[in-house]
T-cell receptor
């Protein structure tokens, strides 16, 4: 049982380049989400999904796209990277309760630098 | 929108002593969940404790307990018998309807 996995662990991009951060979970969780963590701040929700084919925006969605074609995978796409997107990115998953998501299990994070 | 405030950027505690980390939140919802997560230098986010808003009883997990005051929208974390391994960033979070918000965190130092 690997839990939540993320690739790559580190990435350096040039401004304007595109890339996809990968996230996978093997716990059959309906809910998956992406966060970014900037220095001096907590995690901020970018996008989330409550099941295959269903995605929604979080607190800071601009500049990012997501899709959810399977229960296991939830990739995050940066269409045209900007220095403001330099951050540590976390993927998380959880089961869903009546009042919202249950305890989220986090991946190890991806440190992204945009030059 | 929901917000979470952690008013203590840094705290320190002597090993074996007790420390309390503060958290206040704002939400218009009556049904939500509250969490404390720990982030050690490894960067991994680790769940410390969880509280359902509809439960009046404060959650406890071994040396960790919370003081949940729903009317005051306060959710503090008490760590008893502090250990060197407790040193980390601690984040308070609220979730409702799949929207999760985190506080800015409190850095806890444990002195031997």
């Amino acid at each position: 049982n690997a839990g939540v996995t993320q690739t790559p662990k580190f990435q350096v991009l040039k401004t304007g380049q595109s890339m996809t951060l990968q996230c996978a979970q093997d716990m059959n969780h309906e809910y998956m989400s992406w966060y970014r963590q900037d220095p001096g701040m907590g995690l901020r929700l970018i996008h989330y999904s409550v099941g295959a084919g269903i995605t929604d925006q979080g607190e800071v969605p601009n500049g990012y796209n997501v899709s959810r074609s399977t229960t296991e995978d939830f990739p995050l796409r940066l269409l045209s990277a900007a220095p403001s997107q330099t951050s540590v990115y976390f993927c998380a998953s959880s089961s869903v309760l009546a009042g919202g998501t249950d305890t989220q299990y986090f991946g190890p994070g991806t440190r992204l630098t945009v030059l | 929108a929901q917000t979470v405030t952690q008013s203590q950027p840094e705290m320190s505690v002597q090993e074996a002593e007790t420390v309390t980390l503060s958290c206040t939140y704002d939400t218009s919802e009556s049904d939500y969940y509250l969490f404390w997560y720990k982030q050690p230098p490894s960067r991994q986010m680790i769940l410390v404790i969880r509280q359902e808003a509809y439960k009046q009883q404060n959650a406890t997990e071994n040396r960790f307990s919370v003081n949940f005051q729903k009317a005051a929208k306060s959710f503090s974390l008490k760590i008893s018998d502090s250990q060197l391994g407790d040193a980390a960033m601690y984040f308070c979070a609220i979730v409702n309807n799949n929207d999760m918000r985190f506080g800015a965190g409190t850095r806890l130092t444990v002195k031997p």
